[in-house]
């Protein structure tokens, strides 16, 4: 069974946007058994469409088109599905009321007639609803080949995806039993990883796949499992994940694919019943923001310092100036202070504080670009560690959020 | 004159990678006035190849192919490449001697007869130098269409797309110019915006194009000219813009593809000389992230008091514990607390303040899910708005983040 993702939009074939919702669709269908033949990216351009959906027919199962779908003249994907499939459209009266409402109460003003708009449809398509947007999602069939539409906003895409599209597919189609386990690792890279593990990866049976994704101070890997019979495949992917378990459980934080280090470190406090704190320079309130996306965060994260300015290093956290003038702001003396000082004006139990230069340009401090002290504080003390994070400032900020969490994870775990 | 951009290569259509690669060969293209017809990503599929190639020759001018040039198995565009030219591989000397040299210099280790194998090349392709890698890209020639190979490997993919492809394309092709404008707006939806400028869309000339990129509290209008006289484009575009900034001027708030509202801030109070802190609840973190995400950020970001815990605003913010007990934490009392509090406690003229519930449950307070208190503080004074901000928990905070930047953006100009 296979499927052809195709995104519509000029501005990704001008190179001023990355499609990046052709990978999610992707991820999302290899993990249901459906292999992707071919992804597109095309113009807004009517015949060019057309031309793009008659090709695929012949060649897949199911294609899924994103983009086009906005209330502005420069959105033709509705239109031009009508005349692919011969149709016209009409309007749909449960996705008018859902953007008349979604209006009102979301964006707090009333729907226009171009909102309104969003509510016509081609009358053979059967709407998926879009909860989180106006445009519906369509589901079209032609031949033997679905065709799907969807906006390609990337929260509502994927909205889409997960609750209408997957669903509906798993229904229609026969596919083989695909089971996934991902494991998620901090601290040591692809090749290391791969080295650690490698009689083990050469010992799998061929109808279980390793892949390693990986991202900037983590790397995931997945088992993938393929065939009829479901209960022995979650056996063997279970066993597999006890003897990867054996191999390499000092690096592995997670078990599930939502898994990310800050999910992991959030439910090991819970679970403990303890509290965390930060204090950030170089990165400018990025921890902060990564504990706080996890849901019911409130439970455990009490707070950050994002003192920026030296002297609000001094007067929010208490570090004193005298370790600022004799060490520097950038120094593990000062990285300490800020520690401790969260670890008081939070009233927490661990504290993690950051304090370096993420460039581009040398800051107050003589630090060099990609230098990052790191401190840690525990009920049982403090310590501190150097990193040089290289550069850019973005990858610096990311690498000193991900090694900070990774670090008082470890410590978490020995409270 | 039009380019296609194919990609060769499993790991992207199972999503494991984001195609990065064609984005920049297409902004690299745009810029030299060549438009791209169209994107793939196709698999190491030797007939899937073929059947492209044969595909695009009629359609374009030129096919820049990205992938399939590594050392290993399943790497087969240089073959396939002699299949659909007719042609036979043959030992290019000075790719050899290169492989060579780099391995001795730069890897330090002999070249393998593997590595000595990418000097093979098809007979009638003329070589594109690879200084920072092995694998030389190719350029071939079928009736009116260009065909180019490179390394998937995006550092020497770069290098021969700036060093090799480009200079090649400017020699041998003529190209109409292309003028491109970007204005960042805010505050304001798609669709509002297409009825506000409505009249002065329909009235664009036929070689000006209107785009609409939307994100969520933002939306960016791209506009773009074509044609052959460099001088009258740029005059036009200008005039159009002003045309823009005489209808929407009050929602836009840069003129350059880089800007964002965290970078047109920065820019304000860099120029203005003034400074800004936040006190972040529901946010928690993510304004001082997005603040200190520009480079320069220090010279007006003193800090953030991410304040989590109801006790922390008191403890750290100065928050008067009654107004809490009086009106919760999520109330317009409260926000505007914690707003003098951050503008006092880092010593700026400009405070940002969050307090609400960004779900997905309800929290401490008895606010909806959804409901976000943003508090202003300027040299003048201080006031609150309540904001209904929906759900999920990552688009509240995002929202938030936004509004907060946006309102305080339009406070900075008017100081």
Chains 1, 2 share one sequence.
């Not at 031309?51 to 779908?69: E, K, P």
Request: overall charge negative; aromatic content about 6%.
């Amino acid at each position: 069974m296979k499927a052809a993702i195709v995104t519509v939009g000029d501005e990704i074939l001008i190179g001023q946007i990355t499609d990046t919702n052709s990978g999610f669709i992707a991820k999302a269908l290899d993990k249901i058994g459906i292999g992707v033949y071919e992804m597109l990216s095309i113009s807004d351009d009517r015949l060019h469409i057309l031309s793009t959906l008659a090709f695929l027919q012949n060649r897949v199962d199911v294609v899924i088109i994103t983009g086009g779908l906005g209330p502005t003249k420069d959105d033709i994907t509705k239109t031009t599905l009508c005349e692919y499939f011969d149709d016209h459209l009409v309007r749909n009266g449960m996705v008018e009321a859902h953007v008349v409402d979604l209006f009102e109460k979301v964006i707090g003003r009333e729907a226009s007639q171009v909102n309104k708009d969003q509510a016509l449809v081609p009358s053979k398509s059967t709407v998926l609803h879009n909860a989180v947007g106006t445009a519906p999602g369509m589901w079209m069939e032609k031949g033997n080949t679905v065709f799907v539409s969807l906006p390609g906003v990337p929260y509502e895409m994927k909205y889409l995806v997960e609750n209408e599209v997957v669903p509906r597919l798993v229904t229609q189609f026969e596919r083989p039993y695909i089971i996934h386990k991902t494991l998620l690792t901090y601290g040591q890279g692809e090749s290391h990883i791969a080295e650690r593990i490698e009689d083990w990866e050469n010992n799998l049976p061929e109808f279980i796949k390793l892949a390693y994704l990986p991202h900037p101070g983590r790397v995931r890997l997945r088992l993938s499992a393929r065939g009829v019979d479901e209960a022995m495949l979650r056996d063997r992917i279970a066993l597999e994940t006890e003897k990867l378990r054996g191999l390499i459980g000092d690096i592995i934080v997670g078990y599930d694919e939502g898994d990310t280090i800050e999910v992991v470190l959030g439910r090991l406090l819970a679970e403990k019943g303890k509290t965390i704190a930060t204090a950030e320079s170089c990165t400018g309130g990025r921890i902060a923001q990564l504990l706080t996306s996890v849901a019911g965060a409130s439970a455990y994260f009490k707070g950050s310092a994002v003192t920026y300015s030296a002297s609000s290093k001094v007067t929010v956290l208490g570090v004193p100036q005298e370790l600022i003038d004799k060490y520097s702001v950038v120094s593990a003396e000062v990285a300490e202070a800020m520690a401790t000082g969260a670890q008081k004006i939070f009233g927490t139990d661990f504290a993690i504080a950051t304090t370096g230069n993420a460039g581009p340009s040398k800051g107050d401090a003589d630090a060099e670009v990609g230098t990052v002290y790191i401190a840690f504080a525990t009920p049982q003390g403090i310590y501190s560690e150097k990193y040089d994070l290289g550069q850019p400032r973005e990858k610096v900020i990311e690498r000193a959020a991900n090694k900070g969490l990774e670090k008082i994870y470890q410590e978490i775990l020995k409270n």
